[in-house]
Structures are given as C-alpha cells and as structure tokens.
C-alpha cells in the first residue's frame, strides 16, 4: 500500500528499473479498489452475502478487508509477483523507498511481513530516519 497515487506511480518505475517485467506490476488505484468492491457487493444475493459473511472469518479474509480499508482512505495496493522470497526482498527494499507499507510476501503455504513492519517505520520517523 503506497499513500500518495504519485508516489506510487515512481515506486512502479523504480521496480521496472529494478528488472520487474511489466506483466509482474500491478498497480491498482485507490478507487479502482474501492468501485470493484462496490461491483461485486451489488452482484451477490441474500444468500451470497451471507456466505460471504461466514468466508470472511478467515486470515485470508482479514487481509483483504485491510487492504480495501486502506482503499477507502485513498491509498494505492501496488502488487509485485516475486515468487521467491529474494525477489520479494528486493521488490520491498525497491517499493519501501516510495513509501509503501504492509508489504507482505504471499508463498504457496505462507504469508508474511517482508522489509520494515509499520512499528519498525513509526520509530525511525520519530527517530528522524525517515
């Protein structure tokens, strides 16, 4: 999650410059998150939504609504496909530069903080690192 849709758009640039193809960004603005969301609740019946509703209870779940949380407060989800967890690395210490936060590596049977978690980043700005 990237603040500023600029900033954003630099941090895209940077990982491009860092040797991420194309087809590995993705970029997904803040509204585009937010309408999407809205689309999908306005398709599902009474019945959807209340599996929904019982899905929703899991990790997976909670992530995505964090992730739409963000959205709604006007904040950019930038997705990177870094299928080892090297390359994860380098797209977090590529992305953090930009400003991004709860960068995360998601594996076939794992998901996990990658880079500074967001207490590590409210330290180094009260330290005057950042």
Do not use: K
Request: no cysteine.
């Amino acid at each position: 999650m990237i603040d500023d849709p600029a900033e954003a758009l630099r941090a895209v640039e940077n990982l491009r410059a860092t040797g991420f193809s194309e087809e590995d960004i993705r970029l997904f603005l803040s509204q585009e998150v937010v309408d999407r969301d809205r689309a999908i609740m306005s398709y599902r019946s009474v019945l959807q939504n209340m599996i929904y509703t019982v899905a929703n209870i899991s990790d997976d779940a909670a992530m995505a609504r964090e992730y739409l949380d963000e959205a709604r407060q006007g904040h950019q989800l930038l997705v990177v496909h870094a299928p080892e967890v090297e390359r994860a690395t380098q797209a977090s210490a590529s992305v953090e530069r930009h400003h991004a936060h709860r960068v995360r590596y998601y594996g076939r049977w794992v998901v996990r903080d990658v880079g500074s978690t967001d207490d590590e980043r409210r330290h180094e700005l009260r330290a005057g690192a950042g």
